[in-house]
């Protein structure tokens, strides 16, 4: 399942996602590409997060979903975890027993690192450093830690 070769992001004044830019590499997203809502990640955006379905999603829609791991990786603006994330069981009881990282075929892990390893390679002053997988525990410590930021922000962005 692979998804469109563009990058989205949302607005924090008005809460409408925007294409930020189109990929400047021969690459799709492995997976659907999504935020968290109500979060505020190290870099000041919300909780990356990576949607493995059977199916493409169109931008902007909400998926209920639970996370079983992260990929932690830095870029050019400082750390930038994008967590890995599967459907509730009442969407789909296709990834009931998929509860970690390690729980994917060992392919699917490597071609969404190399993904995030290389996206950004054609464009000038950026870069990725992927540190590897970490599990589900460390994932909801990155949302928790990211729901208080967003609860303790002065100003509250619309995402």
């Known amino acids: 399942m692979h998804s469109d070769p563009v990058k989205y992001e949302v607005d924090k004044d008005s809460g409408a996602v925007f294409v930020d830019r189109f990929m400047s590499t021969a690459m799709h997203y492995p997976c659907n ?15 990356d997060v990576l949607v493995v379905s059977q199916f493409a999603l169109p931008p902007g829609v909400v998926v209920r979903c639970r996370p079983i791991g ?3 990786m830095e870029d050019e ?3 930038d975890a994008k967590l890995l994330a599967v459907p509730v069981d009442s969407l789909s009881s296709m990834y ?19 993904f995030f390893a290389h996206y ?6 950026k ?8 599990g589900s525990d460390e994932a909801k410590k990155e949302i928790m830690e990211s729901v208080k930021a967003y609860a303790d922000a002065k100003e509250k962005p619309a995402f």
């Open 70 to 72: 992260m990929l932690a």
């Open 33 to 47: 590409y999504g935020y968290i809502p109500h979060t505020i990640a190290g870099d000041g955006d919300p909780v």
């Open 127 to 134: 870069f990725v450093k992927v540190a590897g997988w970490l």
């Open 96 to 114: 009931r027993d998929i509860e970690s990282p390690r729980d994917f075929p060992q392919v699917i892990l490597d071609q969404i690192a190399h």
């Open 120 to 125: 950004k390679d054609l464009e000038r002053g």
């Open 77 to 79: 603006a400082g750390p």
